[in-house]
């Protein structure tokens, strides 16, 4: 089992940059895939980024793609996502997740954390 918690959510103003972790407890990190995903107020949950268990792979949706970076330490049990250049449509709820399967969709991820409030304001 997966415990997941997310941290440096908050308020932004546009054009601005934020840094959200997710640390993870046990020692089997390093096996998982890591995404992140957003849900919006009354939209679905949509996928942001994702990286392989080694880092060597990463994905990113089209709306984020060259602001968003995500990037983990497998030794520090930790998955990171910058964002920069944040506009007011990036606001919502942001999720860690981990899984054993690299897929984008949200379906497929095993473990989640409960989710941190980002709001960039214009």
């Known amino acids: 089992q997966v415990q997941l918690v997310e941290s440096g959510g908050g308020l932004v103003q546009a054009g601005g940059s934020l840094r959200l972790s997710c640390a993870a407890s046990?020692?089997?990190?390093?096996?998982?895939?890591m995404g992140w995903f957003r849900q919006a107020p009354g939209k679905d949950r949509e996928f942001v980024a994702a990286?392989?268990?080694?880092?060597?792979?990463?994905s990113y949706a089209d709306s984020v793609k060259g602001r968003f970076t995500i990037s983990r330490d497998n030794a520090k049990n930790t998955v990171f996502l910058q964002m920069n250049m944040l506009t007011p449509e990036d606001t919502a709820v942001y999720f860690c997740?981990?899984?054993?399967?690299?897929?984008?969709?949200?379906?497929?991820?095993?473990?989640w954390g409960q989710g941190t409030q980002v709001t960039v304001s214009s």
């Open positions: 997740a981990a899984g054993t399967r690299w897929t984008i969709s949200p379906d497929e991820y095993n473990y």
């Open positions: 046990g020692r089997t990190f390093s096996r998982y895939h």
């Open positions: 990286i392989s268990t080694s880092g060597y792979t990463t």
